[in-house]
Each structure stands twice: as C-alpha cells, then as structure tokens.
C-alpha cells in the first residue's frame, strides 16, 4: 500500500491487519485538519479496496489520540456555506470508515475529544487506554458548536439520549473506565498489553456494543419532546440561549431529527455552520487562543519539580498543596496549628476521591502529603510556597527563616493576593528570588495563576514559577507587581460599586440579576458573599492606598457585625447549611445599573493595559476572562470594546463621570488605546 502521505501510514502485519497509524507532521498533537482530513480520505479509499482482515487506528503520538479538529480551519470560514461544505465533507468520510468491509477498530491512548472521539464512533470497535490520562469527550459547547461530524447522530444511537446529550451539553470528559461502563468504548487495557489488546480484539472480534431497549426508546420522538424541555430547563440554570445559544441549538437538532439518520447529519452541517460563523463561537475560539497563550508562558517539561512546601494550610494554602499533590508532586505542608492540617486532609481526601474514584489512586495522593508542623521538608523542597495571612511583618519574619534554609535553585514564592512584591522582599538578602504565584479560590476549579513579578526579579524565576505552573495544569499569566495585580485590581472597583448600589438601596438580588444578564457568572453581591466580606474588606483597604477607591460605610459594618457572607451564614445575603436563601429580584431598575457595574471594571482593565500590568490585550481579556469571569462569550473586555466601539465607550464615561462622580473618569489610558 501506498505511504507518500505525511499524516498517515498503513501497515499490513503478518495476520492480515491494517494497522493506520496517525501521526500528524511537524506538531506535537493529533488534530484533524483539511489536509489531515484529505490524507485520511486517500488511505480510506486504498482500505475500501484491501483485502485486510480489520483495520486498527492508532496514534504514533505519546501524549494522546486525537485533541479533536483543527480550530483554525474554522476562524478562516467565509460564511456558513463554506462551513457546510467543511463539516459535510468530513461527514461524508466518517461514513466512508463505518461503511468499510472489514472491522474497523479504533485503539485510542489518551485523551480521544471532539472530532477524534467522532471518528473514533464511526469505527466498530474502540479500545481505550487504562489510565487516568484517558479522557474522552465532546468539548465543542465550550467554543460555542456542538459536534458536527456525525458526533451528534453515533452518540446519542450508542448511548441512549441522556448520556451521550449530557457528554454534548456539559463538555465533561470520561475516563476510561467510566467510557466502558457507558459503553463508550468496548474494553480497557493496560499500556503493556494495549496493542496485545487490540490484536486479539481484530483476530476474534467480539460483539460490537448496542444501545439498550430503554436507550434506544429515549430517541423516540414522543420522548425526545419530554426530555427535551427537561434538558433546556436545565441548561438554563448555567446558561443564557441569548448568550450561549449552541447547547439550545443542539437540544433543538436533536429533538428536531434523530431517528432519521439523514436528516441528523444534515442538521448538525447546518447549525454547526450557522454556530462556528456567529459572534459566540468566534469569541469562545478567540478564547481558546488566550488559553494557548498563556499555555505558552511556561514549559511543563522544563520543570524539574518534585517536592513542594506550603506554608499555611489555611482553605487557600491547603487547597493549594492538594492541587499539587493530585499532579504527582511531593507535598510537605507546614503550619502552627495541628486542627488546621487535620481539616486540610479531610478535605484533600474528598477531592481525591471526586477526581480520581479508584481507592489505590487515592491512597497514593494521600501519601504524597506530609503534614510539616516543624517545617523540616523546607531544606528539601524545589518550590517552597508561603499562603499565611495579608501581614507584612509576618511575612518578613518568615522570609528570613525560609532563605538561610531552602536550597539555592529552590523557587521561593508568595500567594500574597494584594502586597507589592518590592514591599515583601526587602527583608531578603537576595530579592531577585521572590516571585509571586497568586492562586484563586477554589484552587481546584480556578486555571489562573498570577504570576507576579517585581522590577527586580530575576527573569529566570519568573520562568521557573511559569514551568511549575504548567507543571501542574495551570495557566500562568504574567503579571508586575502593583496593588492587586491584575485580578483584583480590575475586580475590586466593580465589588466596591456593587455595594455602593446596595447603600443606596439597590436590591442585592437586583445587582446580581443585572450582572448576570451582562454574562457574568455571578452577581457582584453574591461574589462578595463567597469570598468572604472580611477579605473583600481588607483587600480594599489595603488597594485604597495605591488606588482611587472608597471602601462603602456599609461593608465596613457588616465586618465589624462579624457578618462575613457565606462562612457565618449571614452576609448581603442569608445562607442556610452553606446554601444562599433565595430572594425576589423585583425593584425598579436605576438608569446605568448595569453600565456602572461594568464600566467601573472596564475603565480600570484600561489602566492595567496602560500602565503595563500584562504584556498584551490578549493577555488582559485572558486573565479578566479566567480570573474574574467576564462574560467569556464577550471575549474580555479589549473585544468588548471593539464590539461596543472605543467612542461609544468613552462616551458613556463621560456620561457616568458627570452624573455619578469622578470615580468614572475615564482613565488616560484611553487616549492611547488602539482596538483592532
């Protein structure tokens, strides 16, 4: 057979087996691109008319199958025309593999997401990799499309709707385990007899999986229709359809058309196209491309990592040492007060039980903790982390027992949320080695790591915090040191306005309403709530020095009443076994509500450009995007501001400086300011 392609290449063995290996040229990941796609074609057609006993899929590449395809073929689409032509082809090729004569296998070791798992469907069999890397996958929702290459008409007929539609809906990846259980795949195997595996699968095929009677009835149309509106109802809990309209265009495609296969992969062509070309997705994909480059600010391979220190294992510092015990690091955690340790493990232990499930897997990351009262894993440790409380002199006194100690290539860095680097490290005989790695709470949940750099700081360190950061599946964005960074700083005006409105006798549930149909993810009040109003109070306090803000007389109150929010069960809201007790978000709504929430945020990110808190304004969308949870449909506020217009923008600041004082002025920044 023919091998003068770059991506793929046949192998026949001894036993008459088709081995198609995949291994896309000149990239370190598998994705399926045009000329991908083009090549996979050609060796379809050469199996179409082999004599082969079966055909194995299998990916040359170490770090997985497939990532799924090539986001880049979409953002160069004209019009949906040219995105109906794009997903048809591929559909048509998919069918061309399930169609083949002989069984078609599909070993997949390692991640297997989007369209990899949609060609994946069109073999008969799939065999998966028995290990926590495996995921499998349709990410596609969160790019604002849902799968297009007859991902949407296998699933749902292998699975049953309420599986395979909550895959599509939600994103959520399966491990390999939780694949075969669904019957996602056919079976597991260990690195060590996967390929055995596959061999023994294609010589004596086994019964290729079906649906159930009970799956199988979930497409009928008469209980497609129930679900349907079962499945909308509960999509709107996390998501608008003005905002994210591909997880209601999928329910719709489906309810519309399974059952006729046809008109499934019709569907799909059509409403993916409309989908890939509109506003949503191109900002998720601008998105996806702020992920990537931050991704690029460090290298997990060039961290040499093996054991981390903490300092304080408070909610932060402990979570902080569970996240990088769960990445295989060994973790020795230090603190005064023994309850605090104990409360960390309890807490380490029902993570590792939610993320890995397997017993042996998480007695192995219990064991990788070691609670340190006397701090004797310092002298040890590559990274040394300190996650005590916002105290200078604290800090100080702690800096100067950690130097003499630590090793001298050891990272030495603080979780400090708000205190100038320059302000910590003047107690240090070396200052060059503090950086900042600014973690957000739930550390478990939040990608973004800050990390803060001083004037003085050695290049290197920096690059040594941004590897460790990558080292454990976090994005880092680099930031200078200055009052609150970048997060905060940009956060902090927009909470101040939010109870500044509460003062003058705003609904809290009227705020949070209004910030929510701009696209946050939470209210301002409620997000004050959860953080805990005696840190919102002090983090204010500590920015009203370097900043032009007024912390509200009524925050101030509340904390000196000890009500905190969430944690002592009474904040702006109530909260009843740490649940918030609903309130009616009726009031009459004031002019500019929703424009003073936001611009208060958008002017400030403005500053933070101009003043050169990040590098770029993708970088800022980036880190405003993944930090505070600006409507991420919106693509950060830069693509805010090109979507509204720079004029329109000033314009409405003017409009709030006159009326509502000059904490709206708008900042010089915007002189300056060049939106492509």
């Known amino acids: 057979m023919s091998n003068n392609t770059q ?4 192998d026949i063995d001894t036993d008459n087996l088709a081995w198609l290996h995949f291994d896309k040229a000149d990239a370190s990941t598998n994705v399926l691109s045009k000329d991908v796609l083009a090549e996979l074609s050609e060796k379809v057609t050469e199996l179409e008319n082999s004599k082969a006993n079966c055909v194995i899929i299998v990916s040359d590449k170490d770090n997985g199958f497939i990532a799924g395809a090539d986001i880049e073929g979409f953002t160069v689409l004209k019009n949906a025309d040219e995105g109906v032509a794009l997903i048809q082809e591929a559909q048509q090729l998919f069918d061309r593999i399930e169609s083949l004569p002989m069984p078609t296998l599909c070993v997949i070791n390692g991640f297997c997401l989007g369209g990899g798992l949609e060609l994946a469907l069109s073999c008969r069999y799939r065999l998966a990799l028995d290990d926590p890397k495996t995921k499998l996958g349709f990410p596609e929702v969160n790019l604002g499309i849902f799968p297009g290459f007859g991902g949407s008409l296998r699933s749902t007929q292998l699975l049953g709707a309420p599986t395979a539609m909550n895959m599509m809906l939600t994103g959520r990846n399966l491990s390999a385990r939780a694949a075969r259980k669904v019957g996602l795949v056919d079976a597991i195997a260990p690195q060590r007899l996967l390929l055995q595996t596959a061999k023994q699968m294609a010589l004596k095929p086994p019964s290729p999986h079906k649906a159930s009677f009970l799956q199988r009835l979930t497409n009928k149309a008469i209980i497609r229709n129930i679900l349907g509106n079962m499945m909308r109802k509960q999509v709107r809990k996390k998501a608008r359809p003005e905002h994210y309209p591909a997880p209601f265009a999928l329910i719709d495609h489906w309810v519309e058309n399974a059952g006729r296969r046809g008109d499934m992969l019709l569907g799909e062509a059509h409403k993916v196209a409309e989908l890939v070309t509109g506003p949503t997705a191109k900002n998720l994909i601008d998105v996806f491309y702020m992920m990537e480059a931050m991704k690029s600010q460090g290298s997990a391979k060039d961290c040499n990592a093996q054991h981390v220190h903490v300092i304080g294992a408070g909610v932060m510092g402990g979570d902080i040492a569970t996240w990088c015990a769960l990445q295989g690091l060994t973790v020795t955690i230090q603190d005064q007060k023994p309850e605090f340790l104990v409360n960390m493990m309890t807490r380490a232990h029902k993570l590792f039980k939610r993320k890995l499930k397997q017993p042996r897997l998480i007695r192995e990351a219990l064991d990788r903790i070691v609670p340190d009262i006397e701090g004797l894993g310092v002298q040890h440790a590559d990274v040394v982390i300190e996650a005590i409380f916002e105290n200078v002199e604290a800090k100080h006194a702690l800096y100067q027992k950690l130097e003499p100690v630590m090793k001298p290539t050891a990272l030495l860095a603080t979780n400090t949320s708000s205190i100038r680097l320059e302000v910590l490290s003047t107690c240090l005989d070396n200052p060059s080695r503090l950086v900042g790695l600014h973690f957000f709470n739930p550390v478990a949940m939040m990608q973004l790591v800050e990390i803060v750099k001083a004037d003085n700081t050695d290049d290197a360190v920096v690059k040594q915090a941004c590897d460790f950061a990558r080292r454990i599946s976090r994005l880092p964005l680099p930031v200078k040191s200055g009052p609150g960074f970048l997060v905060n700083r940009v956060l902090m005006p927009y909470l101040m306005e939010a ?9 809290a549930p009227l705020i949070d309403k209004t910030a929510k149909s701009f696209g946050m ?14 840190i919102c109070l002090h983090v204010a306090e500590i920015l009203t020095q370097d900043m032009d803000i007024n912390v509200p007389t009524r925050l101030k109150d509340m904390v000196e009443k000890g009500l905190l929010g969430a944690k002592s069960g009474q904040g702006f809201y109530q909260y009843e076994k740490g649940k918030k007790v609903p309130q009616a978000s009726d009031g009459n709504m004031p002019k500019h509500l929703q424009n003073r929430l936001m611009m208060r945020m958008i002017n400030e990110a403005v500053s933070c450009l101009d003043e050169g808190v990040v590098e770029n304004q993708q970088l800022l969308d980036a880190g405003i995007i993944f930090g505070t949870g600006f ?10 501001i090109k979507t509204e217009g720079k004029e329109t923008m000033v314009s409405l600041l003017d409009e709030l400086s006159t009326t509502f004082g000059d904490r709206f002025k708008k900042d010089d920044g915007w002189k300056s300011l060049e939106i492509g």
């Open 7 to 10: 991506n793929w290449r046949i």
């Open 499 to 507: 109870v500044t409105l509460v003062e003058e006798g705003v609904p």
């Open 521 to 534: 993810p939470m209210g301002p009040i409620e997000l004050a709530d959860t953080v805990g109003l005696d």
């Open 631 to 640: 409507a991420p449909f919106k693509g950060g506020p830069m693509h805010h």
